[in-house]
């Protein structure tokens, strides 16, 4: 069975990199991707496969029934992209000022629809249900995991799993984790308000930028100093907004940046202790503040039964060339919602290109796949998919 999918796969390489450098070429943002979901709709439409859009918003959800009784199994591709301006001198660049897919979903939608493609023609030979979810924006918080679950795109289904070309890793590589492998991502808001005035006279002012600037240093001994060390954590400031004119002291100060945890203690201790902070930090220039703490998506966290029978899936690809244990990863990935309510695993697949583009990694003006990782991914996971029934 598996060589049967595999030559059907190897078949319709050329198709996949066709819609991958279609969607390359038509990128869409966040919570704004109404033509992507169309025409992931239409393909499946076009081979009379059952689909159901507009899942959770803009989400796509397609099923292929095997003949067979079996378990239900889900596999997962987003396909929103990045305000970022494609700077690659390919021919399938960006067609979309400011816009770009720089993270490889749109190859991680083209594997999954020449993978259901497969499938499908398979059908008559295979047991289970084969869920296919393409999910809308991953990139941006609250994301659209969460809201197709709402609306049932896991209903029945008994195990997941999830993959995302990685282009820092060679092609060849499945890496894969037990337990958690990508953090919790929140974004905090602090606004400090003080009391403007002459730059000449400061005696009068109760400065908003000093009290910041105290503040962004006094923040990073949260980590260094109030987190266990065996813990892993991450607090940056990643904005600092006080536009004045020269000779003005600025009566405000935004800053702007995300925490990164993978303990949900920790978690809450750092939105808590952020507070204090900052409490303590305006205290002592008589200043006040708004805080916003917005939590983003949980940490993904691998089971351990379906991550050691993806190991063992990968094998049978002989593509793949190193299967290695990763480190757990700083970012974030709205997979685990689904993972906190059916088994599976979440996997990253090398997919770095040959030449210069093997210098620019995710979310970079000039990233880039080696679209043969697409083949790679789509073999693994349809090995997942059809041996979860042995």
């Known amino acids: 069975m598996l060589d049967m999918l595999f030559t059907k796969l190897e078949a319709s390489y050329e198709d996949m990199v066709a819609i991958r450098r279609y969607l390359h070429q038509h990128p869409e943002l966040s919570f704004q991707e109404y ?3 169309k025409y992931i709709q239409s393909f499946y439409e076009k081979l009379n496969i059952e689909v159901r859009g507009s899942v959770g918003g803009n989400g796509v959800v397609a099923r292929v029934y095997g003949r067979k009784p079996g378990k239900t ?9 990045l305000p970022i301006q494609d700077e690659k001198d390919v021919p399938y660049k960006s067609l ?21 493609k497969a499938l499908n023609e398979l059908k008559d030979q295979l047991e289970g249900t084969y869920v296919f979810i393409h999910q809308h924006a991953e990139e941006y918080a609250p994301g659209g995991a969460a809201a197709m679950i709402e609306d049932g795109c896991l209903d029945g289904v008994d195990v997941i799993f999830g993959t995302h070309l990685w282009a820092s890793e060679p092609t060849g590589t499945i890496q894969y984790r037990t337990g958690p492998i990508m953090a919790a991502a929140d974004r905090f808001e602090i606004e400090i308000q003080g009391k403007g005035g002459h730059g000449a006279e400061p005696h009068k002012t109760k400065d ?4 910041a600037a105290q503040l962004v240093v006094n923040l990073q001994q949260i980590v260094s100093r109030r987190v266990n060390p065996v813990e892993a954590a991450v607090v940056t400031v990643a904005s600092f907004t006080a536009q004045n004119a020269f000779n003005v002291i600025a009566d405000k100060a935004k800053l702007v940046g995300t925490v990164r945890t993978f303990n949900e203690e920790i978690r809450t201790f750092i939105e808590e202790e952020i507070d204090r902070v900052i409490h303590g930090t305006c205290y002592s220039s008589d200043s006040t503040y708004i805080y916003d703490f917005v939590r983003g998506y949980p940490a993904v966290v691998n089971h351990e039964k379906e991550t050691e029978f993806l190991i063992g899936c990968a094998k049978h690809v002989t593509e793949v060339k190193a299967i290695t244990e990763t480190e757990m990863h700083m970012g974030g990935e709205d997979f685990a919602f689904y993972l906190q309510n059916v088994p599976g695993t979440f996997f990253f697949t090398g997919a770095k290109p040959l030449g210069d583009a093997g210098g620019y990694p995710h979310h970079r003006p000039k990233f880039d796949i080696d679209e043969k990782a697409m083949l790679i991914a789509a073999k693994t996971l349809g090995t997942a998919a059809i041996k979860i029934h042995s």
Do not use: K, Q
């Open 208 to 211: 908003a930028i000093v009290t």
């Open 73 to 81: 199994v889900a596999l997962r591709a987003d396909f929103d992209a």
């Open 35 to 37: 033509e992507t979901a």
């Open 96 to 116: 979309v000022p400011g816009v770009m897919h720089a993270c490889g979903h749109d190859g991680h939608t083209a594997t999954l629809l020449l993978l259901a």
